[in-house]
């Protein structure tokens, strides 16, 4: 069976290498359109599926994978940093407090499509000015959700569920999700 990861992201290509020994990546490119009325796991779900049909549409003899991670803190999504200073402040907001994080995982094949999410709660080290600066020069904020990565020192106390999920792939999930496929 022949696999397409609807992603350009090298830690979802890494995880999936978990799993897989041989896919494909075709990123999705559409535009990430979110209807702001749905909750944060369905809109994972709903961004999973868009990513995985547009993919989809052109590898329809393949089965093809799409994700979406959200970071959701006191009931808002934390996207992408807009910049150095917005990634400041949104790990300001996250210093020693809880957030989830959110994957939605679409699998489809031209028997099946499966949608599931994964949801991690994580809890934020007390982060000082001088951390978040230094953190925030190094530029790994800058192409995260949430604007971190759990594989970084010192930001994470600790998390209750996935750590991949964090990391931007629940690989124990798209593992069943893919068995589920195969029927």
């Known amino acids: ?6 992603s350009a992201s090298p830690r979802r290509k890494e995880l999936l290498s978990l799993i897989l020994n041989y896919f494909e990546v075709i ?7 979110v209807n702001i009325s749905f909750f944060p796991e369905q809109i994972a779900c709903s961004l999973a599926e868009h990513k995985c049909a547009e993919v989809f549409a052109s590898n329809s003899g393949k089965t093809v994978i799409g994700c979406d991670t959200l970071v959701v803190f006191e009931g808002e999504i934390l996207g ?5 200073d917005d990634a ?3 790990l300001k ?14 699998v489809r094949n031209k ?17 000082s000015d ?5 953190y925030v020069d190094g530029g790994s904020p800058m192409d995260k959700a949430g604007s971190y990565g759990i594989q ?14 964090v990391v931007g792939l629940p690989v124990s999930l798209v593992k069943n999700m893919l068995e589920e496929v195969r029927g």
């Not at 069976?1 to 609807?6: I, K, S, T």
């Not at 992408?80 to 150095?84: G, H, L, S, V």
């Not at 499509?113 to 994580?122: C, D, I, M, N, R």
């Not at 970084?152 to 999920?165: H, I, K, P, R």
């Open 111 to 127: 028997y099946k499509t499966l949608t599931k999410y994964e949801k991690t709660e994580v809890k934020f080290n007390v982060l």
């Open 80 to 84: 992408k940093p807009k910049d150095r």
């Open 130 to 134: 001088e951390f978040i600066k230094t």
């Open 27 to 33: 990123p999705a490119t559409a535009e990430e359109k």
């Open 1 to 6: 069976m022949d696999y397409v990861l609807a």
């Open 88 to 90: 400041f402040a949104t």
């Open 93 to 106: 907001r996250l210093s020693g407090k809880r957030h989830y994080v959110i994957t939605g995982v679409c």
């Open 152 to 165: 970084d020192e010192g930001l994470v106390q600790e998390y209750y569920g996935s750590y991949t999920n």
